[in-house]
T-cell receptor, first 115, second 115 residues
């Protein structure tokens, strides 16, 4: 069964600190992996999209890594800001013989950045 | 550029009542998605449209849920009758149709509470 597991479920850090969120998936065959940020009461917003051949991708203070062999990804946030408080969702897309599968969403990690 | 527009933002109804949600996708986006997001969970796809055709409605509970996308632009999702377990956030997203990495843009969602 295609699944996306994220850890930790929730995280509290102090403003200015770094943090790393983890994502493990069993989706196969793999097409691409995305990280979304979802603010409370808003829809998810894409941060990064990585295909099989990409190991790392950055978007400002956000850096995502992908290890397609171990089926793991991480999202590293540098110098956190209060506005980083949100849920971060790992999303994986499968590829089925010429057609793209639907997105499979993890449950998200709820990050709280405290002053 | 305007994003995905959804209305209403919040809806409270009693069980067994009907309810409808409306979505206006980003101009030029042929593909439209309806997702349901339960509290603390990732979004789950209900239905995907390519223009006015529903190409994937396998996860739509067809006994009580229906959707339409007349003229291939705006879309309406309806629940009749609503049940307590339908309380969730209903998200609409849109994208260009081609490419494995095509980004989905989400609306703010409609938060439904069934009493």
């Amino acid at each position: 069964k295609n699944q996306v597991e994220q850890s930790p479920q929730s995280l509290i850090i102090l403003e200015g600190k770094n943090c790393t969120l983890q994502c493990n998936y069993t989706v196969s065959p793999f097409s691409n992996l995305r990280w979304y940020k979802q603010d409370t009461g808003r829809g998810p917003v894409s941060l990064t999209i990585m295909t099989f051949s990409e190991n790392t991708k950055s978007n400002g203070r956000y850096t995502a890594t992908l290890d397609a062999d171990t089926k793991q990804s991480s999202l590293h946030i540098t110098a956190s800001q209060l506005s980083d408080s949100a849920s971060y969702i790992c999303v994986v897309r499968a590829y089925y013989g010429g057609s793209q599968g639907n997105l499979i969403f993890g449950k998200g990690t709820k990050l709280s950045v405290k002053p | 550029e305007a994003g995905v527009v959804q209305s209403p933002r919040y809806k409270i109804i009693e069980k067994k009542q009907p309810v409808a949600f409306w979505c206006n996708p980003i101009s030029g986006h042929n593909t439209l998605y309806w997702y349901r997001q339960n509290l603390g969970q990732g979004p789950e796809l209900l239905i995907r449209y390519e223009n006015e055709e529903a190409v994937d409605d396998s996860q739509l509970p067809k006994d009580r849920f229906s959707a339409e996308r007349l003229k291939g632009v705006d879309s309406t999702l309806k629940i009749q009758p609503a049940e307590l377990g339908d309380s969730a956030v209903y998200l609409c997203a849109s994208s260009y149709p081609s490419g494995s990495t095509n980004e989905q843009f989400f609306g703010p969602g409609t938060r439904l509470t069934v009493l």
